[in-house]
């Protein structure tokens, strides 16, 4: 079993900057890719970005590369997002999520993901 929490959540203005973290805890995630997604009032829940625990490589959605940066700590288990540059439509509640048989073609796709945290919410002011 694997167990995520997010924390890291809150309001601000536009331009201003958050840094959410996933810690994880359960099993070991040597295998797992870590994911970020977001999901704002009546719409779907989106991917954000993604990281292979194990190598280290990232992917981003279109929507957030060059402000969003995902960055993992394999000691303490954590996995982090910095959100530079914070525009109003980046306001949803944002989800960690885990698995360990995503692929690169699946790693976008929300229902693919067997472990998720309980989400914390990011409002950004105009």
């Known amino acids: 079993q694997v167990q995520l929490v997010e924390s890291g959540g809150g309001l601000v203005q536009a331009g201003d900057s958050l840094r959410l973290s996933c810690a994880a805890s359960?099993?070991?995630?040597?295998?797992?890719?870590m994911g970020w997604f977001r999901q704002a009032p009546g719409q779907e829940r989106e991917f954000v970005v993604a990281?292979?625990?194990?190598?280290?490589?990232?992917y981003y959605a279109d929507s957030v590369k060059g402000r969003f940066t995902i960055s993992r700590d394999n000691a303490k288990k954590t996995v982090y997002l910095q959100m530079n540059s914070l525009k109003p439509e980046d306001t949803a509640v944002y989800y960690c999520a885990a698995d360990n048989k995503i692929t690169v073609s699946t790693m976008t796709l929300a229902d693919r993901y067997d472990y998720w945290g309980q989400g914390t919410q990011v409002t950004v002011s105009s």
């Open positions: 990281i292979t625990w194990s190598g280290g490589r990232t």
């Open positions: 359960g099993r070991t995630f040597s295998n797992h890719v």
